[in-house]
């Protein structure tokens, strides 16, 4: 999950990119020496198996890293040949890929290591097969959480999490997480012989909150420098991979040395584009087999991705304040995939962050399983913001063809955005 090195590379991202390869590497020696080691999807509660001590990886990130070396193929391959679907959320199925590895040495990093538990929201019903199949391997229980939703939805949501979440997500669902969290962690005592400490769990959660404010800052200056002072590429990696690692001192750290190198280049009017014509927002999770492709634009036409919703769903969507840490955690959760996949919640804050970021269009990926995009491109029309909808998969390049992609933006970038803007 980072951008082909660079001599520019912005420092913090570089930092991450090193800290998660020695991490890895140390996990293989943990895991190899008896520790449990759980797989967990990029919306669940990690913080849980931080303050116990528990070893995790994160499903999402692990596929980043095996589009980018351009081994996706061969996992679904392998899902291919056990009958099951290689076209439906690839992004979710590629690590069950790894599972089947027969030479799991040879994968990229050393592989990933088989868990013995995995934990995923159960959204949608293609996600629940993905991980029922992984319940069936030996030594591997599925954690599932509910995925629940409400009939009342909240006005400009991202205002009221820090401290009115209750009112936002509604006690109901909120009790429901809290409940499985629970369960969960009992769960974990019981297979694991390791403790949950109340006080070490405090720690983590005002770590996460620490971290989480340090992005606002960042998403906030990025919004407002012109010109745009860092790359996406560099951007993606240095708050995903501190994300990952949330709840320690390391991360929290690291999320404010990319506050830092933010800061730094808007003092010094850096721009990662000279003579940026168009700034750009990429709707979706990254393009982790073309990473290139951000980049592309901006040396051909001017045009520059300030914005993905990494670093701004860091900022709007992880701050939790309150008294009960298991609550405000289930609060973290049990609204995540409606901030960025459920209207009206998802698209009034897509439009929120468009016109924050004074953005000429917006490329927006709809992959087969993205939930809502319909009324996200609807809702930053209707505000007046120019919309490329490129229908591709984020790990997938068999529909995704970079010649077709480039065309596709290219031509829009042409007839519809750059004619209106000023330089
Ligand atoms: S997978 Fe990502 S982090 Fe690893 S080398 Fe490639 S681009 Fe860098």
Known sequence: MSAPARKDRLPSAAAATAHQREWFAELHREVAAGSPLALVNADAPQEVFRAMGIPYVVNQWWASIVAAKRRTPEHLARLRDRGYPDYTEQYSSTSLGSAFDPDPGSAPWGGLPMPSIVLAETTGDASRKIFDVWGEQPGVTFYPLESAAADSVPE?????????????IGRDRIDLMTGELEGLIRFLETTTGRRFSQQRFTEVMALVNEQEEWNRRSRDLIATARPCPIAVTDGIPAVM?????????????????????????????AAVCEGERARLMWIGRGLWFDLDFYRRFQERYGAVFVWSMYLAIAADGYVRYGDDPLRALAARFAAFSDQLYTP???????????????????????????????ATTRALRAAGVAVLELHADNVDARRSDPAFLDTAVGSWLETDVLPGTTS
């Open 344 to 374: 009206p919640w998802s698209a009034e804050w897509y439009v929120k962050e468009a016109l924050a970021h004074g953005v000429h269009g917006v490329v927006h990926l709809v992959s087969d399983d993205a939930r809502g995009s319909w």
């Open 241 to 269: 991979i501190p994300q990952w690692h949330r709840g320690t001192t390391w991360a929290r750290d690291a999320a404010k040395r990319l506050h830092d190198d933010v800061a730094e280049r808007v003092g010094a009017g």
């Open 156 to 168: 400009r949501w991202w205002e009221l999490m820090p401290h009115r979440w209750e009112e936002a």
